[in-house]
């Protein structure tokens, strides 16, 4: 058989750290001609990830300028990667999640009649308003994409119902359980050298982060508000908010967080940084959909700052709850897990559902399937 040519793209930070255990592992088999092609919709906080991996792209589209919007992001992608894909001409492209690197790959490869594989398919809140755009996006790379990789059988279940042919529905787990497995390790020295400072022996650490569109606004300063609340109740906790580069996330989060007692800000995390860090926390309150994902297999309960989620699974195994974005709501769940030792237990010895870190393989596997089948 010819070497499969399989070009990956991604360009921000969750989904370039999901596709790297993947693009590394089909960098190292012969059976497969990898190409990889950021389009850089995130600059430093891409930059981040790849480099912790040691990935080098073949290709990067540069898109990035400061509050971009959603039209400027589609149009960029769409006339430079037409061109990368006039090109190199891969037999299929690999996409991650949700996001409009994610939507407008697969888009300009469907006008190419390119295959697309989708990773992290299936996701659905069923409100295509919330998270915005991404359930937009998921359902519509859902409809464009040949391959479908469920992290879950919940995720299977959801394209099935749309139609998706069970023959090209895999359920493989999250990659980012592959990711997680490469970043965790014992006596680990921060490269953010104000975490060496912290004193995880005494103090409650609180791994926070909060950088949603939906959030934007109101919901982020009653979190932050929230975050202050607790952080006067408890002086053995400390909150360490890794803050998103978007200047509508960094102007609310520094004017009312910067300074406070028990409060540290940092600028984004490198992800070995990052993981290490919820690692030795005490719990982890975020509206991203990665620490969602993460925390469960680090045993760390999660307070999701956000009113619906696509990902029931850790509710329903117990690791997750939904706080809302309600300031009262937030204090009230928070100080439950701060002094409820019961509690805290139940939710910090939930079974994590998003799989062994096989992920990667189990992609491959179904990737091999697809072209044999041919
Ligand atoms: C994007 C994704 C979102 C994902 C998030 C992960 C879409 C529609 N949204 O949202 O699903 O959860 O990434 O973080 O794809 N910025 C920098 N440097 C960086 C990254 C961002 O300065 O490295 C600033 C820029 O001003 C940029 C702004 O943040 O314009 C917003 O970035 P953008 O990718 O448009 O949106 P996110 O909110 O990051
Ligand atoms: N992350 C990181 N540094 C940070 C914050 C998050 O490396 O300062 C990682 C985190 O471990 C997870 C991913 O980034 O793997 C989540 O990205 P983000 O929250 O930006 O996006 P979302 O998951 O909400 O789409």
Redesign the pocket.
Known sequence: MNKIKIMSVFG???DA??MAPLVKSLANDNRFNSVICVTGQHRE?LD??IDVFNIKPDYDLKIMKKSQTLQYITTSIMEKLGKVLDDESPDIMLVH???ATCLVSSLTAFYRKIPVGHVEAGLRTFDVYSPFP?EMNRKLVGSLATLHFCPTNSNYQNLLREGVNKENLYITGNT?ID?LQTTITDNYKFSNDKLNQVDFKNKRVITL?A??NENLGKPLEDICDAVLEISSQFDDVLFVY?V?LNPAVMNVVYKKLDNHKNILL?K????R???NL?NKSFMVM??????QE?APSLGKPVLVLRSETERPEAINAGTVKLSGVNKDNIVKDAIELLTNEVVYNKMATAINPYGDGNASKKIIDGILSHFNKE
Not at 268 to 271: A, I, K, Q, R, S
Not at 286 to 291: E, H, N, P, Q, Y
């Open positions: 921000t930070r969750p750290i999901k906080m981040q990830v999640g949700d996001t991404e980012v990711a982060t950088h949603r890794a998103h940092t984004p995390l490198n992800v940084d990052l993981h919820m975020t509206d991203s959909g990665g620490l993460e």
